[in-house]
């Protein structure tokens, strides 16, 4: 199963370096045609049109979630202020778990502690 990631902008750019390795396409939303500070409706549009999952801090996502359904799917962190190669270890090792997630049909947003 390929795995594309869309990280958000309260994420640091510097974890799709981190995480090129462990996911097929990892992108920092301020990459994209987006560029920063841009909207999380426009963020979400994004990754929905380019089959990503969308990897955040921000509980907005969580609430366009229930509110529009998915795609696309969410991982929402919520392991508070940690360095940013914490949270590559963490999303590395959750690997396994985010496949079955994004093979999922029942679910759309995926909390990581």
């Keep these: 199963m390929s795995i ?8 640091s750019w510097r ?4 995480l090129a390795s462990a996911f097929d396409d990892v992108v920092h939303v301020s990459s ?12 979400w549009e994004y990754a929905r049109k380019h089959g990503q999952c ?14 529009r359904g998915f795609p696309p799917k969410v991982i929402l962190l919520r392991m508070g202020n940690q ?13 396994e778990q985010i ?10 947003v995926l909390e990581i502690l």
């Excluded at 594309?4 to 994420?11: I, P, Q, Y």
């Excluded at 360095?83 to 690997?95: E, I």
């Design 4 to 11: 594309r990631l869309l990280l958000d902008e309260n994420t």
């Design 15 to 18: 974890l799709s370096r981190l």
């Design 32 to 43: 994209t045609e987006l560029g920063e500070s841009s909207a999380d409706t426009a963020i």
């Design 54 to 67: 969308i990897v955040t801090n921000d509980d907005d996502f969580h609430m366009l979630s229930a509110v």
């Design 83 to 95: 360095s940013t190669k914490y949270v590559a270890d963490v999303l590395v090792k959750s690997r």
């Design 99 to 108: 496949e079955q997630f994004l093979a999922s049909e029942e679910y759309g």
